[in-house]
Nanobody, 126 residues
């Protein structure tokens, strides 16, 4: 069983920055199959960022492109999300996840991911 522990959330003013981390308890998967989602109250869980192919490329939601950066440290089994120029609409619980190898539903669909972290709250004040 894989355990994912997300951390780094908090309260920040609009325009500020935060870096989220997601540590995997053990790695029986390729780090490039990890990604970030977020969920605001009353909304469905939405895709934020992930690696594609064999990890050479990244995919971002249009809403975060140019502001967020996904990265990984394979030696530390840790995934990161650097978030800059934060906006109030970025307020949500952020989840890290591991995508199933089959990627049946696609990179941006939550059903493609079979392991999830507990989430970390990010609140951006205006």
């Amino acid at each position: 069983q894989v355990q994912l522990v997300a951390s780094g959330g908090g309260l920040v003013q609009a325009g500020g920055s935060l870096t989220l981390s997601c540590a995997a308890s053990r790695r029986t998967f390729s780090m490039w199959r990890m990604g970030w989602f977020r969920q605001a109250p009353g909304d469905e869980r939405e895709f934020v960022a992930t690696f594609t192919g064999c990890g050479d490329k990244v995919l971002y939601a249009d809403s975060v492109k140019g502001r967020f950066t996904i990265s990984r440290d394979n030696a530390k089994n840790t995934l990161y999300l650097q978030m800059n120029s934060l906006k109030p609409e970025d307020t949500a619980v952020y989840y890290c996840a591991v995508r199933d190898a089959s990627n049946t539903y696609g990179y941006t669909i939550p059903q493609s991911y079979n392991y999830w972290g507990q989430g970390t709250q990010v609140t951006v004040s205006s």
